[in-house]
């Protein structure tokens, strides 16, 4: 990993090993061995910069931050690290060359937010080095104050919700104070920033809906992030157009049930017409969103892909489950019937839109016959990617009490079924895209000359070779030559 793209370490808690945002983002085939190089822009938009000399109130200490979880989280911290350059303070690589070290945490499954508490064990021996040691994001907000007993090295706990109170909290902390907290969730703003730093210097993300009105009853979002809260349109469509202008080509729209989105102003944008505002911005040449919830998964979306090139066709749509009877358990308001009607409308489309999908398996009641539905929607849905996960029961939720807990070890077992099922149906496919053409977007580069990576407008990890040498963040064709389960291979069309 280049110096840039390290200084924001990010870890995916999706599918074992990869992450919300990076759908298809797989190893790479032995042969190809990408990584990403340095990315070379500062990161930091320009209006930006000119804030950082304006306000020094830092004064140059340092700061590190790590990220886990979502690309929700992976950008708060693009939004947190922006904030503090922003009051004079530098980014470090390292927590050891930092004064002030945060971890923006996730608590989605147990195992992501025992990962925080493993990273600040480290700190155990270290308490008197003089250094504030935060926890931002889901494990702060869930946890509170209890984590300053079970780690009290802790000076600052806060919560998606009160980042803009960081530069506060940070000053109180210098006045004297020794533990400070931002634990509000009913704030109806949502987290906005003057200032972004932003770690690919191709994509943006911009968080458009904040929180989740949905109750499905394994999740513990509602209770981390808070309430729905969506940004109004014309800001949303100020903020495109000071991207694009900075260069970037690729806008994310991020929203945990993005497609809920709700334009809070009197010009009651929907979300279709929203990403035809975004992708009609001089200079924006995809446009991706993710997460969508199927009950508010509508034609009008589907009809937007279809009609305007520049939105992505990738459509990232959880199941979570192929049985009707567990999809009422978790509360997620269609059947297993009316999911599969929404598929049908994407697959209808007049050009091919990729569909991926999250999975629970062994939720609490769940049989073998439901498990068997599961597996039988993967054949019906035929989607080109599947994160899946273990049930892992949270505080808060009302099915951490449900009754017939399926054991650890059968959950393990129809994760490995269902994942092997999967991976063959992907492979199969896969295959059949040998010899297409398509449009990546470079943004990645192989130490051995010659090799790149990409994307396509799908969202798969299209590896390529190419003679010439100064692709990073170009648009370029390439024809697919190789298929794996999770990314092709091939070579620039010239
Ligand atoms: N256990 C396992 N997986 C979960 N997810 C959310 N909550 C849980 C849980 N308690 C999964 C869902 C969601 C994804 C981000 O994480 O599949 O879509
Ligand atoms: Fe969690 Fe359900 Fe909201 Fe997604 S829609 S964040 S799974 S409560």
């Given at each position: 990993?280049?110096?840039?793209?390290?200084?924001?370490?990010?870890?995916?808690?999706?599918?074992?090993?990869?992450?919300?945002?990076?759908?298809?983002?797989?190893?790479?085939?032995?042969?190809?061995?990408?990584?990403?190089?340095?990315?070379?822009?500062?990161?930091?938009?320009?209006?930006?910069?000119?804030?950082?000399?304006?306000?020094?109130?830092?004064?140059?200490?340092?700061?590190?931050?790590?990220?886990?979880?979502?690309?929700?989280?992976?950008?708060?911290?693009?939004?947190?690290?922006?904030?503090?350059?922003?009051?004079?303070?530098?980014?470090?690589?390292?927590?050891?060359?930092?004064?002030?070290?945060?971890?923006?945490?996730?608590?989605?499954?147990?195992?992501?937010?025992?990962?925080?508490?493993?990273?600040?064990?480290?700190?155990?021996?270290?308490?008197?080095?003089?250094?504030?040691?935060?926890?931002?994001?889901?494990?702060?907000?869930?946890?509170?104050?209890?984590?300053?007993?079970?780690?009290?090295?802790?000076?600052?706990?806060?919560?998606?919700?009160?980042?803009?109170?960081?530069?506060?909290?940070?000053?109180?902390?210098?006045?004297?104070?020794?533990?400070?907290?931002?634990?509000?969730?009913?704030?109806?703003?949502t987290?906005?920033?003057?200032?972004?730093?932003?770690?690919?210097?191709?994509?943006?993300y911009l968080t458009i809906i904040e929180?989740?009105?949905?109750?499905?009853?394994?999740?513990?979002?509602?209770?981390?992030?808070?309430?729905?809260r969506s940004r109004s349109s014309?800001l949303i469509l100020?903020e495109v157009?000071?991207?694009?202008?900075?260069?970037?080509?690729?806008i994310q729209l991020l929203g945990?049930?993005v497609n809920s989105y709700r334009d809070?102003?009197?010009?009651?944008v929907?979300f279709?017409?929203l990403l035809?505002?975004v992708?009609?911005?001089?200079?924006?040449?995809?446009?991706?969103f993710?997460?969508?919830?199927?009950?508010?998964?509508?034609?009008?979306?589907?009809?937007?892909?279809?009609?305007?090139?520049?939105?992505?066709?990738?459509?990232?749509?959880?199941?979570?489950?192929?049985?009707?009877?567990?999809?009422?358990?978790?509360?997620?308001?269609?059947?297993?019937?009316?999911?599969?009607?929404?598929?049908?409308?994407?697959?209808?489309?007049?050009?091919?839109?990729?569909?991926?999908?999250?999975?629970?398996?062994?939720?609490?009641?769940?049989?073998?016959?439901?498990?068997?539905?599961?597996?039988?929607?993967?054949?019906?849905?035929?989607?080109?990617?599947?994160?899946?996960?273990?049930?892992?029961?949270?505080?808060?939720?009302?099915?951490?009490?449900?009754?017939?807990?399926?054991?650890?070890?059968?959950?393990?077992?129809?994760?490995?079924?269902?994942?092997?099922?999967?991976?063959?149906?992907?492979?199969?496919?896969?295959?059949?895209?040998?010899?297409?053409?398509?449009?990546?977007?470079?943004?990645?580069?192989?130490?051995?000359?010659?090799?790149?990576?990409?994307?396509?407008?799908?969202?798969?990890?299209?590896?390529?070779?190419?003679?010439?040498?100064?692709?990073?963040?170009?648009?370029?064709?390439?024809?697919?030559?190789?298929?794996?389960?999770?990314?092709?291979?091939?070579?620039?069309?010239?």
């Open positions: 990993m280049g110096p840039l793209a390290s200084r924001i370490r990010a870890h995916a808690t999706r599918g074992g090993s990869s992450d919300c945002g990076k759908l298809f983002d797989t190893p790479m085939p032995p042969s190809i061995d990408v990584r990403l190089e340095s990315l070379t822009r500062s990161g930091l938009e320009a209006p930006a910069a000119a804030l950082v000399q304006a306000q020094p109130s830092g004064q140059g200490a340092t700061f590190y931050i790590e990220t886990f979880g979502c690309q929700m989280n992976v950008h708060d911290s693009e939004k947190v690290a922006g904030v503090l350059l922003g009051r004079g303070y530098l980014q470090v690589d390292s927590p050891e060359a930092a004064k002030v070290v945060f971890y923006n945490t996730c608590s989605i499954r147990e195992k992501a937010a025992h990962k925080v508490f493993s990273r600040l064990g480290e700190f155990r021996t270290r308490k008197d080095s003089g250094k504030i040691i935060g926890v931002l994001g889901c494990v702060a907000q869930q946890e509170g104050e209890k984590i300053f007993e079970r780690a009290p090295w802790v000076s600052l706990v806060c919560g998606s919700a009160s980042y803009r109170k960081l530069p506060e909290l940070l000053d109180e902390l210098e006045a004297g104070n020794h533990r400070v907290t931002g634990l509000d969730k009913d704030t109806d703003e987290f906005e920033t003057e200032v972004t730093r932003r770690d690919n210097p191709y994509r943006a929180g989740c009105d949905k109750t499905c009853s394994y999740c513990v979002v509602p209770f981390t992030r808070g309430p729905e014309a100020e157009r000071r991207l694009a202008d900075a260069g970037y080509t690729e945990q049930t809070p102003s009197s010009r009651r929907s279709a017409e035809a505002a992708a009609a911005v001089a200079g924006v040449r995809r446009v991706r993710t997460t969508s919830h199927p009950r508010d998964f509508g034609r009008d979306i589907v009809d937007a892909i279809e009609s305007i090139p520049a939105l992505c066709d990738h459509v990232h749509l959880p199941v979570q489950s192929g049985s009707t009877r567990v999809l009422r358990a978790m509360q997620r308001t269609y059947t297993r019937e009316e999911y599969l009607e929404k598929i049908t409308m994407i697959r209808s489309a007049r050009r091919a839109i990729s569909v991926t999908s999250d999975i629970i398996v062994g939720f609490p009641g769940e049989t073998e016959q439901d498990f068997e539905e599961t597996m039988t929607l993967l054949e019906a849905a035929k989607y080109d990617g599947v994160f899946s996960f273990q049930y892992s029961p949270r505080p808060n939720t009302t099915a951490q009490h449900m009754p017939n807990a399926v054991p650890d070890e059968e959950k393990g077992r129809r994760l490995i079924a269902l994942q092997t099922r999967q991976r063959d149906i992907q492979t199969a496919h896969n295959e059949t895209l040998i010899g297409q053409t398509y449009e990546v977007l470079v943004d990645g580069a192989s130490r051995r000359a010659g090799q790149w990576a990409g994307r396509t407008s799908g969202n798969r990890v299209l590896n390529f070779t190419s003679p010439r040498s100064d692709l990073l963040g170009q648009y370029i064709q390439v024809r697919v030559t190789h298929a794996g389960p999770n990314s092709l291979a091939g070579e620039q069309v010239i």
